[in-house]
């Protein structure tokens, strides 16, 4: 870029607009480095009210705890499973629906996706929801998987960027001799790599952060994953500290930052390699008639 040829108002344009960005990305960057600098501090300094970006007298007893606590990796591994094994459901179920949805062929296309947008207009509510999930005995992990497998806007942003695949295409490859699962996984998906990689995402993320309907519905301990853990902890470690029943050595709120930052590690080194299909993804997939 040529500062040169940019006149008065788009230099200051410029500058406002980094200045602006750059505010914006250190407040989001912030509770984060916060919650760190707490996790590693110890409890006089945090009690005090010393610690408010860089940590002091630092300590790790709060991850020893986390990490040797049995219970944690449990719920990690729980967490693990709904992530892959309940992403990969839902992309099965999203893929192949946004699919048939997009064919003009499809008898009754309009209807059915009436029906789908249906669904994000209205619900039953929170109590006949809570119902039929506890009748139809989603109280374990494949029930969670499953149950839960399908978002209507995903579809429809995949829906809506199959849509966008040349016509031509498809004819050339019917002419070669493609049948229709060859033609979906060999020249929809490879051109909509954007749009599956944002829906993904999409889904990826609510599996991992997947709380209410866990603490609601499952009722094997050993199968919560790790947001209840967390929100149990939170409670136990609370309740110890208004009954004093115990005196850590570095505050109950370092063993909840510790548990946090533990949890987010893998969505922070996976999100910056797969950000980038963000914006093109949901663009590309943007909701239309």
């Known amino acids: 870029m ?34 760190f600098s707490v996790s590693i501090s110890g409890k006089i300094a945090y009690e005090s009210g010393e610690i408010w970006l860089f940590p ?22 729980n967490t693990i499973f709904y992530t892959v094994i ?28 009436f029906l789908l947008v249906f669904t994000m207009w209205f619900s039953a509510g929170m109590i006949p929801m809570y119902l039929n999930y506890k009748e139809m005995h989603v109280d374990n992990k494949w029930g969670m998987v499953i149950a839960f497998g399908v978002q209507a806007y995903n579809i429809i942003l995949l829906r809506n960027a199959f ?53 609601m519905l499952l009722r094997d301990s050993t199968e919560t994953p790790l947001q209840v853990y967390l929100r149990i902890q939170i409670e136990n470690f609370q309740k110890q500290g208004e009954d004093g029943v115990v005196d850590y050595a570095y505050s109950t709120d370092s063993l909840i930052y510790a548990i946090i930052i533990c949890s987010i590690i893998p969505v922070l080194i996976i999100y910056p390699y797969i950000q980038k299909y963000f914006a093109r993804g949901v663009n590309l997939g943007g909701v239309k008639g």
């Open 2 to 35: 040529n500062i040169e040829r940019l006149s008065k108002s788009e230099i200051i344009f410029k500058v406002l607009a980094y200045f602006l960005v750059t505010i914006f990305a250190l407040m989001c960057l912030y509770p984060i480095v916060y919650a």
């Open 56 to 77: 002091k007298d630092i300590t790790i007893q709060a991850y020893k705890v986390v990490l040797y606590d049995k219970s944690f990796w449990i719920a990690y591994t």
């Open 86 to 113: 309940g992403t990969a459901w839902s992309m099965f179920i999203s893929l192949t629906g946004a699919y048939v949805l997009s064919k003009d062929k499809l008898l009754g296309k309009r209807k059915w996706n």
């Open 163 to 215: 849509s966008t695949v040349p016509k031509d295409i498809e004819e050339a490859a019917t002419i070669d001799g493609a049948n229709e699962l060859q033609i979906f996984s060999r020249v929809y998906i490879p051109m909509s790599g954007a749009s599956i990689a944002t829906v993904t995402l999409f889904y990826a993320i609510s599996r991992w952060n997947g709380y209410y309907w866990s603490r």
